[in-house]
């Protein structure tokens, strides 16, 4: 008997997978992501009569065809890392459906373990099962289970148990006998020759069976053929592909899965049995009101209102604790140096790193809010029927229909916008979706917004101006999508089995899991990266220091103040005066400010000076700051967006063009550093998010210069 066994756990997605590996492997599991793909990677451990059992939740997945990402990383966890058993989760409701991943499985010869999952709900639309028969013909231990209930675990690990044994002792590699699948005398002479020739030159024979290879080179499988450097086996598959598509009329492809089908078929009529007339389900009661063209997308925005809602409104208490805390914390810190004294220890550890974590930390309440939403949501069935209801709008612009739930979370917040860009099964979609996200206008860009808006426009047009941004937001966001897909994402639409599972009640410790793991994963990886560049920006805002004789100055200035005023509210005044000219001489000094006034001529077109060149630095860490760092440079103080003296200055110094344009660049700009770390994580890759934070500000750059020259030709300047 093995004393430990690697277990694989593949289905198709809404199969009930991970309800499964919850329930094997409870809390002893962890979440990561497979080497060079944003696919994630979960592991869990359990023991069961004695043997040590390592699962691993591989991606959900329709075929092992090369389609998708998440085809791709399960197709090859099983090829190159030969785990001791594969379990294949069906759902049994939906039994010929899924059991095409099964058939390729057979085909693979790999120890194979089905798990007919939801039984109940089959037995209750009346369906029986002759499971000894169809065993034969899958070659496989058949486990009836219902996932949500733990039904049928232990009957699962004694399976797979006996199935790895049974393939140990076999001798033949893990595989255990197979029964091969005959495609017909079309198909069979050409599947033939071509085995043949793969034999003959041994090409990948170490990692796949010829047979298998040959059948995956006739359905053109793109990742095999990018293996194959051997022009004449190359040639001998486009050869019998280009024939059989002659005699059939049909691609290879087609014609390949038509005998698979056709043989799953078989099987059913044969093993399953109907003992009641199939009738409509309460979910097709649901569907022809939830999936209707009249109330379909009406639900879906109350729906996703609520989501939003959740996200945002319920988060925002906690959000504020976390914010107290950290300024308690702060607050704490500092009273570990002596009043009054200037450290540059104390300034790292206040400004840098407890305010870098804490803009890290604040954001996890949505995360958790926003992933417990849509773990309900997947859970319950109804994100495949979101996704049916908008994808005809959304497949106009590039984007497939369940990249519209990111971008209205993107109105709240961009990270976790991001984050939920993993409810899309192909990598392209989800790029671009990740691209255009920021262009929605989160709730950092609106104390900006509240800022200029009521220093330059009249209260008439305030309703009005705050519109007329966030719908610029969505038309860029439009535009950028359709170019993206015709340009640097450009290809052709990735098939894509858009299936409506029934509605099931959510397990409280799957919807809990879910939700946790996601946002121990922003902790854990994206907090990392916020901390470094919070620490970055505090460095450029701090070096270097105002040079000796301007701070003896501005303190020759106070103590006269304090010699000729005496103590009370006028003096206290004058001094704050004076702090704010020495906050701004500093910030002038620095590598922000000068960088600011390097900038000057590049931000002249826009009709930005250095000042607000300053701030948008600042701003990079968050958007927010932006109106902080105003306050500073117009010696003001530490100002907020309800800030009468910072707008009386803007009034003063800038036209009505100008303050849209600073709206303009804001909306469309780099996205700030926690998106920018988040995009990083989630696409894998620095390219994208460098990427996103360049050709947003490029963007932003074209836009607001064109704007505010347009402005001036008109008059507004």
Same mark, same amino acid.
């Given at each position: 008997?093995?004393?430990?066994?690697?277990?694989?756990?593949?289905?198709?997605?809404?199969?009930?997978?991970?309800?499964?590996?919850?329930?094997?492997?409870?809390?002893?599991?962890?979440?990561?992501?497979?080497?060079?793909?944003?696919?994630?990677?979960?592991?869990?451990?359990?023991?069961?009569?004695?043997?040590?059992?390592?699962?691993?939740?591989?991606?959900?997945?329709?075929?092992?065809?090369?389609?998708?990402?998440?085809?791709?990383?399960?197709?090859?966890?099983?090829?190159?890392?030969?785990?001791?058993?594969?379990?294949?989760?069906?759902?049994?409701?939906?039994?010929?459906?899924?059991?095409?991943?099964?058939?390729?499985?057979?085909?693979?010869?790999?120890?194979?373990?089905?798990?007919?999952?939801?039984?109940?709900?089959?037995?209750?639309?009346?369906?029986?099962?002759?499971?000894?028969?169809?065993?034969?013909?899958?070659?496989?231990?058949?486990?009836?289970?219902?996932?949500?209930?733990?039904?049928?675990?232990?009957?699962?690990?004694?399976?797979?148990?006996?199935?790895?044994?049974?393939?140990?002792?076999?001798?033949?590699?893990?595989?255990?006998?197979?029964?091969?699948?005959?495609?017909?005398?079309?198909?069979?002479?050409?599947?033939?020759?071509?085995?043949?020739?793969?034999?003959?030159?041994?090409?990948?024979?170490?990692?796949?069976?010829?047979?298998?290879?040959?059948?995956?080179?006739?359905?053109?499988?793109?990742?095999?053929?990018?293996?194959?450097?051997?022009?004449?086996?190359?040639?001998?598959?486009?050869?019998?592909?280009?024939?059989?598509?002659?005699?059939?009329?049909?691609?290879?492809?087609?014609?390949?899965?038509?005998?698979?089908?056709?043989?799953?078929?078989?099987?059913?009529?044969?093993?399953?049995?109907?003992?009641?007339?199939?009738?409509?389900?309460?979910?097709?009661?649901?569907?022809?009101?939830?999936?209707?063209?009249?109330?379909?997308?009406?639900?879906?925005?109350?729906?996703?209102?609520?989501?939003?809602?959740?996200?945002?409104?319920?988060?925002?208490?906690?959000?504020?604790?976390?914010?107290?805390?950290?300024?308690?914390?702060?607050?704490?810190?500092?009273?570990?140096?002596?009043?009054?004294?200037?450290?540059?220890?104390?300034?790292?550890?206040?400004?840098?790193?407890?305010?870098?974590?804490?803009?890290?930390?604040?954001?996890?309440?949505?995360?958790?809010?926003?992933?417990?939403?849509?773990?309900?949501?997947?859970?319950?069935?109804?994100?495949?029927?979101?996704?049916?209801?908008?994808?005809?709008?959304?497949?106009?612009?590039?984007?497939?229909?369940?990249?519209?739930?990111?971008?209205?979370?993107?109105?709240?917040?961009?990270?976790?916008?991001?984050?939920?860009?993993?409810?899309?099964?192909?990598?392209?979609?989800?790029?671009?979706?990740?691209?255009?996200?920021?262009?929605?206008?989160?709730?950092?860009?609106?104390?900006?917004?509240?800022?200029?808006?009521?220093?330059?426009?009249?209260?008439?047009?305030?309703?009005?101006?705050?519109?007329?941004?966030?719908?610029?937001?969505?038309?860029?966001?439009?535009?950028?999508?359709?170019?993206?897909?015709?340009?640097?994402?450009?290809?052709?639409?990735?098939?894509?089995?858009?299936?409506?599972?029934?509605?099931?009640?959510?397990?409280?410790?799957?919807?809990?899991?879910?939700?946790?793991?996601?946002?121990?994963?922003?902790?854990?990886?994206?907090?990392?990266?916020?901390?470094?560049?919070?620490?970055?920006?505090?460095?450029?805002?701090?070096?270097?220091?105002?040079?000796?004789?301007?701070?003896?100055?501005?303190?020759?200035?106070?103590?006269?103040?304090?010699?000729?005023?005496?103590?009370?509210?006028?003096?206290?005044?004058?001094?704050?005066? #004076?702090?704010? %000219? /020495?906050?701004?001489?500093?910030?002038?000094?620095? $590598?922000?400010?000068?960088?600011?006034? @390097? +900038? =000057?001529?590049?931000?002249?077109?826009?009709?930005?000076?250095?000042?607000?060149?300053?701030?948008?630095?600042?701003?990079?860490?968050?958007?927010?700051?932006?109106?902080?760092?105003?306050?500073?440079?117009?010696?003001?103080?530490?100002?907020?967006?309800?800030?009468?003296?910072?707008?009386?200055?803007?009034?003063?110094?800038?036209?009505?063009?100008?303050?849209?344009?600073?709206?303009?660049?804001?909306?469309?700009?780099?996205?700030?550093?926690?998106?920018?770390? #988040?995009?990083? %994580? /989630?696409?894998?890759?620095?390219?994208?998010?460098? $990427?996103?934070?360049?050709?947003?500000? @490029? +963007? =932003?750059?074209?836009?607001?210069?064109?704007?505010?020259?347009?402005?001036?030709?008109?008059?507004?300047?």
């Amino acid at each position: 008997m093995k004393p430990k066994i690697t277990v694989a756990l593949a289905g198709n997605p809404n199969s009930g997978k991970t309800t499964i590996f919850n329930e094997l492997t409870g809390a002893r599991q962890h979440v990561g992501n497979y080497p060079g793909v944003t696919v994630e990677h979960k592991e869990g451990f359990c023991r069961h009569d004695g043997v040590s059992l390592k699962i691993v939740d591989l991606p959900g997945t329709y075929s092992l065809s090369a389609y998708s990402a998440e085809e791709l990383v399960a197709r090859n966890f099983i090829v190159n890392e030969k785990p001791d058993v594969v379990v294949d989760i069906i759902d049994a409701s939906n039994l010929e459906r899924n059991l095409y991943l099964a058939v390729q499985l057979r085909e693979l010869g790999v120890p194979l373990v089905l798990v007919f999952n939801m039984s109940d709900v089959a037995r209750a639309r009346g369906f029986q099962f002759d499971l000894e028969k169809l065993s034969r013909f899958f070659g496989a231990r058949i486990v009836e289970t219902v996932g949500n209930r733990g039904s049928g675990m232990k009957e699962l690990l004694t399976a797979v148990i006996e199935t790895a044994n049974t393939a140990e002792k076999s001798g033949k590699s893990g595989k255990p006998f197979i029964r091969q699948m005959d495609y017909g005398r079309e198909l069979e002479p050409e599947i033939a020759r071509l085995e043949e020739l793969i034999r003959e030159r041994g090409v990948l024979r170490k990692h796949f069976d010829a047979r298998w290879l040959a059948l995956k080179l006739l359905e053109n499988d793109q990742e095999l053929l990018t293996q194959i450097e051997d022009q004449e086996i190359r040639a001998q598959a486009r050869e019998s592909a280009s024939r059989i598509e002659e005699i059939l009329g049909e691609s290879a492809e087609t014609a390949i899965a038509g005998a698979r089908y056709g043989f799953i078929s078989g099987a059913c009529q044969e093993a399953v049995r109907s003992t009641i007339e199939i009738r409509h389900t309460i979910s097709d009661r649901i569907d022809s009101v939830v999936t209707s063209r009249i109330f379909g997308l009406p639900l879906f925005l109350a729906l996703m209102y609520l989501v939003f809602q959740l996200t945002f409104t319920l988060g925002n208490p906690f959000m504020d604790w976390i914010d107290g805390f950290f300024g308690w914390l702060g607050e704490t810190v500092v009273g570990f140096w002596p009043a009054g004294s200037e450290s540059l220890l104390q300034s790292l550890v206040v400004d840098g790193i407890i305010g870098g974590v804490g803009g890290v930390i604040i954001f996890l309440p949505n995360i958790l809010l926003l992933f417990l939403a849509i773990a309900i949501l997947e859970d319950s069935g109804y994100m495949a029927r979101a996704a049916f209801i908008m994808d005809r709008l959304m497949h106009k612009i590039g984007l497939h229909g369940k990249s519209f739930i990111p971008m209205l979370i993107g109105f709240g917040c961009s990270v976790p916008a991001i984050m939920a860009t993993r409810t899309l099964e192909n990598r392209r979609d989800r790029l671009v979706t990740m691209m255009v996200v920021p262009l929605m206008s989160c709730g950092a860009r609106l104390p900006i917004y509240a800022l200029i808006i009521p220093a330059f426009f009249p209260q008439a047009w305030h309703a009005p101006m705050l519109w007329t941004i966030y719908m610029i937001g969505i038309g860029l966001a439009i535009l950028c999508a359709k170019l993206l897909r015709l340009t640097v994402l450009k290809g052709e639409s990735v098939p894509f089995v858009m299936e409506l599972p029934p509605y099931r009640l959510p397990t409280i410790k799957g919807i809990l899991i879910h939700m946790w793991e996601r946002g121990w994963l922003y902790l854990k990886k994206a907090g990392t990266v916020i901390l470094g560049i919070s620490i970055l920006l505090w460095a450029m805002t701090s070096f270097p220091e105002l040079p000796a004789a301007q701070k003896q100055h501005f303190s020759r200035q106070r103590q006269e103040l304090q010699q000729r005023l005496p103590a009370g509210e006028a003096l206290a005044e004058r001094l704050a005066e #004076i702090d704010n %000219r /020495e906050n701004e001489a500093a910030l002038r000094n620095s $590598f922000a400010g000068r960088i600011g006034q @390097t +900038l =000057a001529p590049i931000l002249k077109p826009m009709g930005f000076d250095w000042k607000i060149g300053t701030a948008l630095i600042g701003a990079f860490a968050a958007k927010e700051v932006f109106v902080a760092q105003m306050g500073i440079v117009y010696a003001v103080g530490e100002a907020d967006e309800e800030s009468e003296t910072l707008r009386a200055k803007l009034t003063r110094t800038y036209t009505p063009l100008i303050g849209f344009c600073i709206m303009l660049f804001c909306l469309i700009s780099a996205p700030c550093m926690a998106t920018i770390a #988040i995009t990083r %994580r /989630e696409s894998n890759s620095w390219k994208w998010a460098l $990427f996103q934070l360049g050709g947003l500000t @490029t +963007l =932003a750059y074209l836009v607001t210069t064109a704007v505010y020259q347009a402005g001036l030709l008109c008059g507004l300047g």
